[in-house]
């Protein structure tokens, strides 16, 4: 079989995750001197002996250490110091600390690489007088150099990062409200800038696996515990360092010393995940003590849960962020933000307190948050799907995996299906289709008024899927290709809106799907045939079909679209069993195809004519985060303020005045009030950056 | 002949310029800024002039033959009605003045129907017509000042005039949403697909610039010409557009003050978003009336229009693929093929 995409398409993973690696737990007492302890993990981790990877080979090489600034618990500066120092000690002439200022550091206060270091007490020089240089990581950054089935294929990642010759990543022990603890494959998801739409997990875990730490080091001297240790400072004396060969096994070290599964870090799950990742217990290849730490309280499951549904988007993570971390003196909304310190009064002592009454108290809190959410989630993927952000997501399978049979039996697979629809009448929706094996069976047609030649030349068969509508995004790699450089065979991953629409306001899920294709080109027929595969988040246990162009004579191409599908209906709608009511069933089937696939050759006419067509919103990186939903209420509640301060009748005035005509016919109003608080407001919330 | 045409970027404007370069005249634009439609049309020369100087339209006019003035602001409600009156009326006096100093033989003037009166009863106007003492939105005044004002201006300067009254304009390209086509839009957004009594008469856009151009030719000068399509009750017009998208209606008759508080409400909301209303309430003073009309007197030139259903479709067609539609709405309709028909598809060009 050949290759073809980006970087060379067919991807295996590297090197780095396949091999087993090795974690050290070392544990002292409250006493003992952080510098010790890391010693003693590094020299029993290995990496750092003569022979192993950290060590330096030239004089020119570079280690970057990618170190958790965050406050309020950054690491010990005293510890990446010592870190510094080792480093040293083996031959690396140039070290660098790198850290990131994300969008919740910015919210605190924090504008810069610089401040946060100083915050955490990183001086530049290590206790034994040696300097090192705090760097932004993402000031200079590059494209990634990934396999394209990768989420970070097509990004921009920290080139300080990537050229690094050792890089090691560094983070604090501290428990975490949405992923149980902030781990080193979290902290390494910094060293991408992330396309909008990716999710942070699938981020760190493709950074992981393409551009992982060559030694992983927690910061247990003193840990955070509590509903949300890494926002809100509750210190647990627990004087451990863990270092390893990988960041997912000082991550799986962690967890077991949190008493808690690795995989309720999210991005340790999906690292854990990855096609080709580890299939043996990892926790088999740590040495040391283990034992959960004495004292240690972590988020409640529930609570955890309903942190997880409320923050859906960066926006909603900001305003989560704002109001259940410890207001900062540098806090820039503390002192006008009339809506946060509300807000906080109301969760912030169940935070701080701890104890099951006050995690069942914000967890209320927060679930009603996320209900609010979730309604205005379904209302946008209802009525204005351009508000839904659209997703990037890595393909979720190993396309190399399949062999070339797996690929031609597509067709052998959905060629017999398609026979089966050749006698069903039309539907009163245009359609024929008929239940077959629980799922549906569907064809679906239509002759749109251009030349086979001209469509097939702008309508790209081999993308039809990502065409459709109500797609989110996806992630697509061809693994053959024809003479013409035309994918043959391809690797799909698709992300659609929960179908029918209307599912979202009963729970339902995306649709997420991980597909084969197999892709012809004929004279007078085009042919994309697609079988499913997997689906990442269980929303559909079957969707295969095909999409054909036909040559149907002069100026015209019939598009014809065929599948067999079974999506899996939330709870709520499952428990109707609507299968007893085929009277009201098969409307809603015939009525649901008709919508969804009369937009999609909408889309495909506006593909033709260069209209565009995707919904869903694409956030420019370069935009600034989304800002925090308190934002919206707080300028809401300026300009009530403004106005009543002026009074309505001049509001009215001023909404009410003529408009000047000039000679081109253009109308000029005169403009709103600008300048004061609002501006400033409007200027605070318009920070650079990927919310995170 | 060499032609100008203002407004070139309008709804009908555009078609205008497309005729006059089908019928193989040699056609300017004057238009209000570069990187217009347009573009598209490399043969047309493009003049930004604003409509109310005289000496840079005169400019722009220079060796022209005919001029089409199809430039004109056609909106409702208080909010734009000084800049109805401005562009409308002030504006086509500037034009008319310009041509005469330019040296222009003819200038066609698009007016309206609206000028040619209204009934209580279904009877059809012709160019006889006039407004009678009937409350009308200030649009319908300043076309009727904007046709004094074009033949006044004609006269002193030795221009002929002849006065273009299309009825209610249907068609694309819709990216800027004009009253008429809102007509099919409301409805389509319409929870109750509510109709209204009274009638009107529409006319497709593609009509209505072949009758400038035919009027370009064989128009009378001083006289007015009503380029009318077919004559509908709102009921009817409102079933076909039902029947075309395949959906249930008329399913209510929603008399004039029903409809004069709910345009409030739109107006309200207009405001409150910054948008332009989809409806006004000076719209909705108008309905019970019958704005019927014949278009007899154009049609002995040799004037033809559609069935009301093409107008209409041509519209759906471009809504369909317009901004102003949500999508919730469109899947929800059953697109007929006279819809998909009534719009062209255009290739994107390809990139190398």
């Known amino acids: 079989m050949g290759s073809g995409g980006k970087n060379g398409a067919v991807v295996r993973l590297t090197e780095r995750v396949e091999r087993l690696p090795r974690a050290v737990v070392v544990r002292g007492t409250a006493s003992t001197d952080p510098a010790v302890l890391l010693d003693r993990a590094l020299t029993d981790v290995g990496v750092l002996q003569p022979g192993g990877v950290g060590v330096a080979r030239s004089t020119g090489a570079r280690a970057l250490v990618l170190a958790a600034l965050s406050p309020p618990v950054p690491v010990l500066g005293s510890l990446v110091g010592a870190l510094v120092d080792a480093l040293v000690d083996r031959g690396w002439l140039w070290v660098d600390v790198g850290g990131v200022v994300t969008a919740l550091d910015r919210d605190r206060g924090f504008g810069s690489v610089a401040t946060l270091a100083r915050s955490a007490g990183l001086t530049g020089q290590t206790g034994r007088g040696r300097s090192y240089q705090v760097v932004d990581l993402l000031a200079d950054v590059v494209e990634a150099s990934v396999p394209a089935q990768s989420v970070l294929s097509g990004g921009a990642v920290s080139r300080a990062w990537t050229e690094a010759d050792l890089r090691v990543v560094v983070a604090r022990s501290a428990s975490d409200l949405l992923d149980g603890y902030p781990g080193c494959v979290a902290q390494q998801a910094y060293a991408a800038v992330a396309d909008s739409g990716a999710d942070p997990a699938d981020v760190g875990a493709d ?22 240790g890494s926002w809100v400072l509750r210190p647990l004396e627990t004087g451990t360092v863990v270092a390893a060969t990988s960041s997912l096994l000082a991550d799986v070290a962690l967890a077991a010393l949190h008493g808690t599964d690795p995989a309720v870090s999210r991005p340790v799950a999906a690292a854990l995940r990855l096609p080709g990742g580890p299939r043996s217990p990892l926790a088999a290849d740590i040495r040391g003590d283990l034992s959960p730490f004495p004292g240690w309280q972590g988020p409640h499951p529930w609570l955890r849960d309903a942190a997880r549904r409320l923050a859906t988007s960066p926006g909603a993570l900001r305003s989560l962020a704002a109001v259940v971390a410890e207001s900062s003196a540098a806090d820039p909304d503390t002192a006008t933000d009339p809506i946060l310190p509300a807000l906080r009064a109301l969760v912030a002592p169940t935070v701080t307190g701890g104890g099951p009454a006050t995690a069942a108290w914000l967890s209320g809190v927060l679930l009603a948050g996320s209900a609010a959410a979730q309604a205005a989630g379904a209302w946008s993927v209802m009525f204005v799907k351009d508000r839904v952000r659209r997703v990037e997501v890595p393909l979720a399978m190993d396309a190399g995996q399949w062999t070339e049979a797996d690929y031609r039996a597509v067709d052998q697979h959905i060629r017999p299906l398609e026979r089966l629809l050749a006698d069903v009448p039309l539907s009163a929706g245009g359609v024929r289709w008929r239940y077959h094996e629980e799922s549906v069976l569907f064809e679906i047609a239509r002759d749109v008024a251009a030349p086979f030649g001209q469509w097939c030349a702008r309508v790209d068969i081999a993308a039809g899927i990502s065409l459709m509508a109500d797609y989110l995004g996806g992630r697509r790699v061809p693994v053959a290709v024809d003479d013409q450089g035309r994918p043959t065979m391809q690797a799909e991953r698709n992300v659609y809106l929960p179908q029918p629409n209307y599912l979202a306001a009963w729970g339902g899920a995306p649709i997420d799907v991980c597909k084969l294709e197999l892709v012809e080109y004929g004279d007078r027929t085009h042919r994309l045939a697609w079988r499913t595969v997997s689906s990442a988040n269980g929303s559909a246990s079957r969707d295969d079909g095909s999409m054909t162009f036909e040559d149907a004579g002069p100026d015209r191409t019939r598009v014809t679209v065929r599948g067999w599908q079974r999506f899996i209906l939330p709870p709520l709608l499952a428990g109707a069993d609507l299968d007893r009511f085929p009277e009201i069933k098969n409307g809603l089937v015939d009525d649901a195809y008709r919508r969804f696939f009369s ?31 308190t934002a919206t209420a707080a300028m809401l509640v300026d300009a009530a303020r403004s106005w009543l301060a002026e009074g ?43 919310p995170r | 002949m060499r032609v100008l045409v203002t407004g070139a970027t309008g709804l009908l404007g555009q078609h205008v310029v497309r005729a006059a370069l089908d019928a193989g005249h040699e056609v300017r634009a004057v238009v209000r800024r570069r990187g217009t439609p347009l573009d598209a049309l490399p043969s047309v020369r493009q003049c930004a002039a604003p409509i109310t100087d005289v000496a840079r339209l005169a400019a722009a006019m220079e060796n022209v033959e005919v001029v089409v003035h199809c430039a004109a602001v056609y909106a409702y409600g208080a909010d734009r009605a000084a800049e109805v009156e401005q562009v409308n009326v002030v504006g086509t006096q500037r034009v008319v003045g310009a ?18 009166g209204s009934s209580v009863e279904p009877v059809p106007q012709d160019e006889t017509g006039r407004l009678g003492d009937e409350v009308v939105p200030r649009y319908f005044t300043s076309k009727v000042r904007q046709e004094q004002a074009a033949l006044a201006a004609g006269e002193s300067g030795g221009v002929e005039v002849v006065l273009a009254a299309p009825t209610v304009v249907l068609g694309g390209p819709a990216d800027r949403l004009v009253p008429s086509n809102a007509i099919v839009l409301r409805y389509l957004l319409d929870p109750v697909r509510g109709t209204y009594p009274g009638g009107c008469n529409v006319v497709g856009v593609r009509d209505a610039a072949a009758g400038h151009l035919l009027l370009l030719e064989h128009g009378a000068a001083g006289e007015r010409y009503l380029l009318g399509g077919e004559n509908v009750s709102w009921c ?61 007197k154009a049609a002995a030139l040799g004037y033809v229009a559609r069935p009301a259903r093409a107008a209409v479709a041509e519209s759906l067609a471009w809504l369909l693929v317009g901004p102003h539609l949500p999508r919730w709405v469109r899947e929800g309709l059953r697109v007929s093929p006279e819809v998909r028909a009534a719009r062209p598809l255009v290739p994107r060009p390809l990139v190398p």
Not at chain 2, 99 to 116: E, F, K
Request: net charge negative; with cysteine.
């Open chain 2, 99 to 116: 041509a005469a100093a330019a040296g222009v033989r003819r200038v066609v003037v698009t007016s309206s129907s609206v000028t040619c």
């Open chain 2, 236 to 296: 009817s017009l409102h079933a076909t557009i039902s029947d075309l998208v395949g959906v249930p209606g008329p399913l209510a008759l929603v008399p004039m003050p029903v409809a004069y508080a709910a345009s409030a409400a739109a107006e309200a909301w207009a405001r409150l978003t910054a948008r332009d209303p989809l409806s006004t309430r000076e719209e909705a003073l108008t309905i019970g009336r019958w704005h019927w009309y014949s278009s007899a």
């Open chain 1, 599 to 629: 937009a999609t050759f909408d889309n495909l006419e506006a593909c033709y004519e260069g209209r565009p067509f995707r919904i869903g919103r694409q956030v420019d990186p370069g935009s600034g985060p989304e800002p925090p939903w």
């Open chain 1, 648 to 690: 309505p009748a001049a509001g009215a005035e001023r909404g009410h005045a003529e408009p000047v005509v000039d000679d081109a016919g253009f109308r000029h109003f005169p403009g709103p009030q600008t300048g004061g608080a609002s501006a400033a407001a409007a200027e605070r919330r318009a920070w650079p950056g990927w």
């Open chain 1, 207 to 228: 950074v992981h696996a393409y551009l992982g730490a060559d030694l992983a080091v927690i910061d247990g001297v003193t840990s955070s515990h509590g509903p949300a």
